[in-house]
């Protein structure tokens, strides 16, 4: 069946994060700490730190296993209640929340070739949805506002306002419901072969793999794409070959 809709992941998909991964984390953990003394809230830096990574770990080993979303909001006030500042209010972890996220943020830039891209797809007619997971709601619509990404998407799911995570089929389900596409008529874009391929399989869609992150390897695992991309200018060429009934 010709695909009609496309559901595309955010990060590193359509988005991509400049490797300094040491150097960013520093940043991050000293943000949230900062953000937090303005409240009276002092953390010890290495506690603070394996606090929240053992939660977040923790957490998001039980998202491989339910796949719940569990917010980062929720995470923080976790690791305080460990620290000695249990009851955190809500806004204050909401503003450690953003803080911590904030380095992140100043670093992703747009992939040069991702709003070309999706014109031409909308132009040729396709529809487009935008399905990511995100342990903070707020912090991914800054990305999409931030690039200009909102007008090309409709559908917007995002993990942390719905509660449940990919590869969860309801989640891609509910975008073909939207749509009246059944999912044979659906492909989904994603850069994560568990999360974005695995989910398009088990909701009955294809799945095109974009392996543009340095280093990127082949896939060896039970999950194997429908298609693998380089670069998201490939994904119209795909569309046509599937068209004309060849393998991409």
Avoid: C
């Avoid at 955010?10 to 991050?28: F, K, Q, V, W, Y």
């Avoid at 089929?169 to 596409?181: D, Q």
């Avoid at 039970?222 to 060429?237: F, H, M, T, Y």
């Amino acid at each position: 069946m010709r695909i009609r809709g496309l559901i595309f992941d955010l990060g590193h998909t359509l988005i991509e994060l400049p490797a300094d991964p040491e150097g960013l984390r520093r940043e991050m953990y000293a943000a949230a700490r900062s953000a937090l003394s303005h409240h009276g809230i002092r953390v010890e830096a290495q506690a603070f730190e394996a606090d929240l990574e053992r939660w977040m770990a923790l957490r998001y080993g039980r998202w491989q296993e339910d796949w719940r979303e569990y917010p980062l909001v929720e995470t923080f006030g976790l690791a305080l209640a460990e620290l000695g500042y249990p009851g955190t209010p809500e806004a204050i972890l909401r503003e450690a929340v953003r803080a911590f996220l904030a380095p992140q943020e100043a670093r992703w830039r747009l992939f040069p070739d991702a709003l070309p891209t999706l014109d031409q797809l909308k132009r040729r007619g396709y529809r487009l949805a935008l399905l990511t997971n995100s342990g903070d709601a707020d912090h991914s619509w800054r990305l999409i506002q931030r690039f200009g990404l909102q007008p090309y998407f409709d559908p917007i799911v995002i993990s942390a306002a719905v509660g449940w995570r990919k590869p969860h089929p309801a989640l891609f389900e509910g975008i073909a419901a939207a749509w009246g596409l059944p999912p044979e008529a659906i492909a989904v874009v994603g850069d994560l072969l568990e999360a974005d391929i695995r989910g398009a399989h088990l909701a009955g869609m294809r799945g095109i793999w974009a392996a543009m992150v340095a280093g990127t390897s082949a896939p060896t695992g039970a999950i194997r794409p429908d298609a693998v991309i380089r670069s998201l200018s490939e994904i119209p060429a795909i569309l046509d070959r599937w068209a004309d009934g060849a393998e991409a």
